[in-house]
Structures are given as structure tokens and as C-alpha cells.
Nanobody
């Protein structure tokens, strides 16, 4: 399982970013996909998740209404669209894939998001 994130960067408060995670080496439709984030000195927290078939999504309370997770099985990609970004959204964002049959999970290397004026 290989996961490669992209799309992070520096953005002003109120701005938007779209993160992408491309998977390889596994059957994409067999995996629940999630985005986590970790700020310096803090724990890694779940941001959003999407079921393996894409019909169910869930979000942390702190991002509901601002972030949207989606997946494209043909492109083997899960995306996180982030709007109305706040300084407290600053963190390293990680993609995580969970096999629905084995429960085994795999992490990407992360992409940095910095929200500052």
C-alpha cells in the first residue's frame, strides 16, 4: 500500500485548499479512506472519513460545514476540499487507508497546511 498526498501549502485565513491522496498497490474499493491532521505538540486527530463505496462520510465537529471529503475510485484518489480555513487548521495532514476485510491501516507521508496572514 502506497499513499501519496499533495496539495498542501500556505493560505490566508478564509482561503481554500484541496488536498489529494493517490493510492497504489492495493484494491482501492476495499479501503475506507480518512484524513487526519497533527499540529506541533498535539495528537493526530481524525478530520474526515469516507466509506469504501463512497456512500458514507463523517467529519470532526471542528470542520463540519467547511471541509468536504470525496473519492474517485477510477483515479484511486481521495480528496479533501477545505474552505473557510482558520489558523487553527494549520497542521500536517495525513491520508490513511483501512482495509475493510482485515482492518489493517496504512499512512501516507503527509502534506503541510499552514493558514496564516
Amino acid at each position: 500500500v502506497q499513499l501519496v498526498e499533495s496539495g498542501g501549502g500556505l493560505v490566508q485565513p478564509g482561503g481554500s485548499l484541496r488536498l489529494s491522496c493517490v493510492g497504489s498497490g492495493f484494491t482501492f474499493s476495499n479501503y475506507v479512506m480518512r484524513w487526519y491532521r497533527q499540529a506541533p505538540g498535539k495528537e493526530r486527530d481524525l478530520v474526515a472519513g469516507i466509506s469504501n463505496e463512497g456512500g458514507t462520510t463523517n467529519y470532526a465537529d471542528s470542520v463540519k460545514g467547511r471541509f468536504s471529503i470525496s473519492r474517485d475510485t477510477a483515479k484511486r484518489t481521495v480528496s479533501l476540499t477545505m474552505n473557510s480555513l482558520k489558523p487553527e487548521d494549520t497542521a500536517m495532514y495525513y491520508c490513511f487507508a483501512i482495509n475493510v476485510h482485515t482492518g489493517r491501516g496504512s499512512w501516507g507521508q503527509g502534506t503541510q497546511v499552514t493558514v496564516a496572514s
